[in-house]
């Protein structure tokens, strides 16, 4: 399976998709970093992974302050993450309809009054479509599902908090190899599971879990 670093024996429509990511234009608040693509699901792939952790605030140059926020930052709360895969098949799929597939995950922690609302689910998805209108992203294709996760614990555990999570599996044909606008797009989708502002106009967020 073909990576950003392996383009010696890819083809040329999936270096320029390559190509396009690498020019997408994230908010600071997502860390972004390229994992195994699967196998089996295409000639060529490529798979990045996003985090959405809490911010924290300036860190100084130097003194003792430093050290101590360094630490608090590697503790902070995951607020959302996702996974966002391009796959190319150069001879096409009747399935996608074209010769890309942008197949994504995204999950994050909501709050009991959100998580148990029916309508959770049709928010997340009418998420995706807003998010690549705004972005100008041309796609066909689409499909996805959004689901809801109860977990409760028990025993040793029982004094944890219950927590709902929301789960959005979606995926898409891409019109064209310039697929930078749709990583834009689903990156934002990240940071609006994630509960950051501000949001296109007319999106509705989707509010993470209340701290304690």
Request: proline letters at 8%; aromatic letters at 6%.
């Amino acid at each position: 399976m073909n990576n950003i670093g392996d383009l010696a024996t890819a083809p040329h429509d999936f270096v320029e998709a390559l190509g396009a990511l690498r020019r997408a234009a994230l908010r600071p608040e997502v860390g972004l970093a390229e994992i195994p693509a699967p196998a089996n699901l295409a000639p060529y792939g490529v798979a990045l992974s996003a985090d959405v952790l809490e911010p924290v605030g300036p860190r100084p140059v130097h003194g003792p302050a430093a050290s101590f926020l360094r630490e608090a930052a590697e503790d902070r709360r995951e607020l959302a993450t996702g996974r966002f895969i391009l796959l190319h098949d150069p001879a096409g799929s009747p399935v996608w309809d074209g010769t890309f597939r942008i197949v994504t995950y995204i999950r994050a922690e909501l709050d009991a009054d959100m998580g148990n609302d029916e309508l959770v689910g049709t928010v997340a998805w009418t998420w995706l479509s807003d998010a690549l209108h705004e972005h100008h992203a041309l796609y066909s294709n689409a499909g996805g599902t959004a689901t809801r996760v109860l977990s409760e614990s028990f025993g040793t555990l029982s004094n944890r908090p219950d927590t709902i999570d929301i789960e959005l599996r979606a995926s898409w044909t891409p019109a064209t190899s310039d697929v930078t606008a749709h990583l834009e797009a689903w990156a934002d989708m990240v940071c609006a599971f994630a509960g950051l502002p501000p949001l296109p106009p007319g999106v509705t967020a989707l509010p993470r879990r209340r701290l304690n």
